[in-house]
Antibody, heavy 120, light 109 residues
Framework: QVQLVQSGAEVREPGASVRLSCQAS????????IHWVRQAPGQGLEWMGA????????RYTQSFQGRVTMTRDTSTSTVYMDLSSLTSEDTAVYFC?????????????WGQGTLVTVSS | QSALTQPPSVSGSPGQSVTISCTGT?????????VSWYQQRPGKAPKLIIY???KRPSGIPDRFSGSKSGHTASLTIAGLQADDEADYYC?????????FGIGTKVTVL
């Protein structure tokens, strides 16, 4: 069965960086885009960016440009999301989700979410 | 890219229908037929209930339907059930990126 399994919770101090992972299984890794979406406590969903695991091309929303990097490792079917210069406003649950078509929002398979807490 | 506009909350009694709007611009909702809707319960990942404006994934009851007119997409829940109480989000393609709506809390009275 299709699964997206995310790495565990992280705690960072302001100014630090964090790397989250999302390992896919149950389907051909290179056939679906992987999106990252975050949700701050009590807030709505925010789209961060996406990566095409086939060629590694990425697109990021402007508010994260320069701070976010998405990469993939096809040998382990894993996508990584690096976020730098963390502030308390980056405290959120981060989800990965897949999509079959470049223009289509995330589809029906999402990771379980990773809580990132930024605190001194 | 600003978040798509949704009503913060809607409510209805069991059996009634409710409609949630999702208003954008010609650069997102109005420009593409790639609007999805998600249901999210507390502490859970979002669940896809509508994609490509009107299509339902396998397993989603036909009580959920989607439509679009101009720059506004809509999600209608017919025959409201207690289990439908959740937050609902729309998401639209913007030509290269994506944007979510602010979310709507559905309360079943």
């Amino acid at each position: 069965q299709v699964q997206l399994v995310q790495s565990g919770a992280e705690v960072r101090e302001p100014g630090a960086s964090v790397r989250l992972s999302c390992q896919a299984s149950g389907y051909t890794f290179t056939t679906h885009y992987i999106h990252w979406v975050r949700q701050a406590p009590g807030q709505g969903l925010e789209w961060m960016g996406a990566i095409n695991p086939s060629g590694g091309s990425t697109r990021y929303t402007q508010s994260f440009q320069g701070r976010v990097t998405m990469t993939r490792d096809t040998s382990t079917s894993t996508v990584y999301m690096d976020l730098s210069s963390l502030t308390s406003e980056d405290t959120a649950v981060y989800f990965c989700a897949r999509a079959f078509i470049a223009a289509r929002p995330p589809d029906d398979f999402w990771g379980q979410g990773t809580l990132v807490t930024v605190s001194s | 890219q600003s978040a798509l506009t949704q009503p913060p909350s809607v409510s209805g009694s069991p059996g009634q229908s409710v409609t949630i709007s999702c208003t954008g611009t010609s650069s997102d909702v109005g420009g593409y037929n790639y609007v999805s809707w998600y249901q999210q319960r507390p502490g859970k990942a979002p669940k896809l209930i509508i994609y490509d404006v009107t299509k339902r994934p396998s397993g989603i009851p036909d009580r959920f339907s989607g439509s679009k007119s101009g720059h506004t997409a809509s999600l209608t829940i017919a025959g409201l059930q207690a289990d439908d109480e959740a937050d609902y989000y729309c998401c639209s393609y913007t030509g290269s990126l994506f944007v979510f709506g602010i979310g709507t809390k559905v309360t079943v009275l």
